[in-house]
C-alpha cells in the first residue's frame, strides 16, 4: 500500500489565469533498515520545514487495490487525507510510467509540492524506485529524483547487516543494497553507542560505499540543505563533481568485512571516449560481461563519473541496469574519474575490459 500525506492543504496554490502551474518538483527518497530511523527523520523535516507544501508517500508492500487510500501525519495537528492511484499493490511494482504518472496526477489536483518524500519499507531495496523517479530530463516530468537517503543505525546497523548477510549466504542483501545506492547516508543513533562502535558502523558503510557522504546524527536530526536539493542526478553538480575528483583520498579503508564481495573501486584516467566508457557498461550492465579474477561476475548497483573527453567534460551516472552519460561543464581542469559500487569489482578487470573498448 502507498500512504501519501499533505503537509499542508492550501487551495490551488499555483493556478496563473485559471491554469495550474506545475513546476518540477524533487523527489527524494528514504531508506534504511528496519528501525534506523526513517520515520523520525520524515517528521523531523516536517517539523523544520513547517509551511513547505511536502508531500509524503509510504511506500509498503502489500497487495493491490486499484486505488490506494492514503492518510496520515500531515503536521500542525491536521490530518490530511490523499489518493494516490495505481494499478497494482504498492509504488515500486507499478510499472515505471504509472507510478509517476499517478504523482503527476496528485499534483495536477492538489499543486505543486517543495518536496516529495519517499520512505521505502526496511525490507526494499530502493533500486526499482530510482529507477522510477530517475527520468530523462528530455521527458520534461513535473518530477525528478534529486537523492537517496539511506538510514543506518550505529548500534545495531552492523549487527543487521552481519546477520543478514549470514542468512542470505550468495546473495547481497537488502541492507547492503540500500547502503550503496545511498547518496547521502545517516549515520543515526549516535547518542547511544561508544566511540568503538561508532569507527566499527562507519567501517561498515564504506566497506561497500565510498562515494556518499556519511552524516552522524542522533534523532534523524541532519541539517536539510545536506539532504534536500542535492541534485545528486543532476547533470550540472559542481559540488558531486569536486567530491567525485576527492574521492581518491579515501580509498584503502579496512573494516570488518561482512561481505567481502561487495564494495567501492574507482578509477582514475585522463582523456576518454565517450564510445568506449558506453561500451563499457552496456557490457557490464546488460551482457554480464565483467568478471572479476576468479571468473566470477560482477554486479555494478552504483556507478557515476566524470569524463574528460576532447570536447570538454560528460557525467556518467547508473543504477542497475540504467546509464546516462550527459555534457556537463565543470569550472576546475580534473581528470576522469570513474567510481564503481558493487559486488565482485576489481579494478584491473573493469581497466582491461575497458581497453577493449
Ligand atoms: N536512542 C535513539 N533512538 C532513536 C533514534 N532515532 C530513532 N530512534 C527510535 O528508534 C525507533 C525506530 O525509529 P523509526 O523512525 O520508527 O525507524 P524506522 O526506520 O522508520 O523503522 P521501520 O519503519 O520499522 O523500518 C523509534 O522508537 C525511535 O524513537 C536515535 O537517534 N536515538
Known amino acids: ?27 527524494t527518497l528514504i531508506t534504511g533498515h528496519l528501525g534506523a530511523g526513517k520515520t523520525t527523520l520524515l517528521n523531523y523535516i516536517l517539523t523544520e520545514q513547517h509551511g513547505k507544501r511536502i508531500a509524503v508517500i509510504l511506500n ?14 500531515g503536521h500542525n495537528g491536521k490530518l490530511y487525507e490523499e489518493w494516490l492511484e ?11 510510467d504509472n507510478g509517476v504518472k499517478a504523482i503527476e496526477n496528485l499534483m495536477e489536483k492538489r499543486g505543486n509540492f517543495d518536496y516529495i518524500l519517499i520512505e521505502t519499507t526496511g525490507l526494499a531495496d530502493p533500486g526499482p524506485l530510482i529507477s522510477m523517479f530517475w527520468l530523462d530530463e528530455e521527458l520534461c516530468s513535473s518530477v525528478f529524483l534529486d537523492g537517496v537517503i539511506t538510514l543506518f543505525d550505529a548500534k545495531n546497523g552492523p549487527n543487521t547487516l552481519k546477520n543478514e548477510t549470514e542468512s542470505h549466504a550468495g546473495l547481497v542483501n537488502t541492507s547492503i543494497r540500500q547502503i ?30 565510498l562515494s556518499a557522504q556519511i552524516v552522524e ?8 540543505d545536506s539532504i534536500l536539493n542535492l541534485g545528486a542526478y543532476a547533470r550540472v553538480n559542481e559540488d558531486r563533481i569536486r567530491r567525485l575528483t576527492d574521492e581518491f583520498t579515501t580509498l584503502n579503508v579496512t573494516g570488518p568485512h561482512l561481505d567481502k564481495s561487495v564494495g567501492t573501486v574507482t578509477i582514475q584516467l585522463g582523456l576518454v571516449e565517450k564510445s568506449a566508457v558506453e561500451k563499457l557498461m552496456e557490457k557490464i550492465l546488460w551482457n554480464n560481461e565483467l568478471k572479476n579474477s576468479n571468473g566470477d561476475t560482477a554486479e555494478v548497483f552504483r556507478a557515476k563519473g566524470l569524463l574528460k573527453i576532447n570536447e570538454g567534460y560528460l557525467m556518467l551516472q547508473a543504477v542497475y541496469q540504467t546509464f546516462s552519460i550527459g555534457p556537463i561543464s565543470p569550472e576546475e581542469n580534473s581528470e576522469s574519474v570513474l567510481v564503481f559500487i558493487g559486488r565482485n569489482l576489481e579494478k584491473d578487470c573493469i581497466l582491461r575490459l575497458l581497453a577493449e573498448c
Open 86 to 96: 495505481l494499478r497494482n499493490g504498492c509504488l515500486c511494482c507499478s510499472v515505471k
Open 180 to 209: 550503496a545506492l545511498g547518496d547521502v547516508i545517516l549515520l543515526n543513533k549516535c547518542d547511544v553507542v561508544t566511540p568503538a562502535e561508532l569507527e566499527t558502523a562507519r567501517a561498515v558503510i564504506r566497506e561497500v560505499n
Open 217 to 224: 546524527t542522533s534523532y534523524s536530526k541532519v541539517p536539510l
Open 1 to 27: 500500500m502507498s500512504d501519501v500525506s499533505l503537509s499542508d492543504d492550501e487551495d490551488v496554490p499555483d493556478l496563473v489565469d485559471g491554469i495550474r502551474q506545475i513546476v518540477s518538483c524533487p523527489v
Open 60 to 73: 509498503e508492500f502489500g497487495e493491490g487495490s486499484t486505488m490506494e487510500k492514503s492518510l496520515s501525519v
